[in-house]
């Protein structure tokens, strides 16, 4: 493994499974000092217990709530100097005609709301020291719609619009802003979801289609390479980590 960020200070959101976890883990393992945040104490815990003496900070709460980016700020002192907006979660596989107002607000908020208020919480400290890394966690579902229901494939598509936007305005001050996409990844993410629903309703067409799925440690390499200087060239991309889902 090499030792590319030595001197960083990096959030990640939803840090306590998954692609949060193994994005921490790899940052963590190659020098950056990390602000893990996720609604789940027991999972911070667990992955602090896993990360020995590395310099590792958890903020426990809801990412979209004020009070909790806050925290995530203050933890970091002025020193942020990447961001990855992570946390994320699914709907439950519902088109359009079959959406409630709670669960379309509560995609929005969590996948959408709490990226770009995250973003606008750090940037400034990133403009002022004329540099900053952010990657935006997108989805396959960013592209397509045999991936996810309606609310989901809406949430993901804006954070592509959020992700170039905030490239296009910040990257002459030396922030670059990039999403990633995966493609079907085993982690928790399908506790957070009725599956039956996306069985009978999308079953057919995702079984045709995706390839096996991936590694959180896979995601975790596309994300910290958009986050290292290997990707300098690179602003307001959405980086397709599928495996070739999308040539389909
Ligand atoms: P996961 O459920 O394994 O992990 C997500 C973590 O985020 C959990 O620990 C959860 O507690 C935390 N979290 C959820 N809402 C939160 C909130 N409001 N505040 C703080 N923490 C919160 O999921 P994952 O599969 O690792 O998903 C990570 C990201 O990847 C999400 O944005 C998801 O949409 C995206 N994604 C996943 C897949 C996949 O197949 N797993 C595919 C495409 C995109």
């Known amino acids: 493994i090499p030792n590319r960020f030595t001197g960083a200070t990096v959030v990640v959101t939803g ?17 950056a000092r990390v602000i893990a945040s996720d609604l789940d104490a027991d999972r911070l815990a667990t992955l602090v ?15 979209s709530d004020d009070a909790v980016i806050a925290q995530i700020v203050e933890a970091g002192e002025g020193r942020i100097t990447g961001l990855v907006n992570n946390a994320g979660i699914m709907d439950s596989f519902v088109p359009t005609a079959e959406i409630d107002d709670a669960l379309w607000e509560r995609v929005m908020r969590i996948n959408v709301t ?18 900053g890394r952010i990657v935006n966690v997108a989805s396959e579902a960013s ?24 490239a ?20 928790n993410i399908e506790a957070s979801f009725r599956s039956e629903l996306g069985a009978q309703r999308l079953g057919p067409i995702m079984q045709a289609t995706v390839p096996a799925p991936a590694t959180a440690e896979q995601l ?11 990707s300098a ?4 991309v959405l980086l397709l980590s599928d495996g070739g889902w999308s040539t389909i």
Request: neutral net charge; charged residues 15%; aromatic residues 4%.
């Open 15 to 31: 840090a306590g499974s998954g692609i949060g976890k193994a994005t921490a883990t790899r940052l963590l393992a190659e020098g």
């Open 49 to 63: 217990a896993e990360s020995g003496e590395a310099p590792l900070l958890t903020i426990v709460g809801d990412v």
């Open 114 to 131: 709490a990226p770009m208020k995250l973003m606008r919480a750090v940037l400034p400290a990133m403009v002022e020291a004329g540099h």
């Open 143 to 166: 592209i397509r719609a045999g991936a996810s229901g309606t609310p989901y494939a809406t949430s993901k598509h804006a954070v592509v619009g959020l992700t170039k936007s905030t």
């Open 168 to 187: 296009l305005f910040y990257g002459p001050a030396g922030v670059r802003v990039n999403a990633v996409a995966p493609g079907a990844v085993a982690t």
């Open 220 to 230: 975790a390499a596309s994300i910290t390479w958009l986050l290292s200087e290997d």
């Open 233 to 236: 060239n690179v602003n307001g």
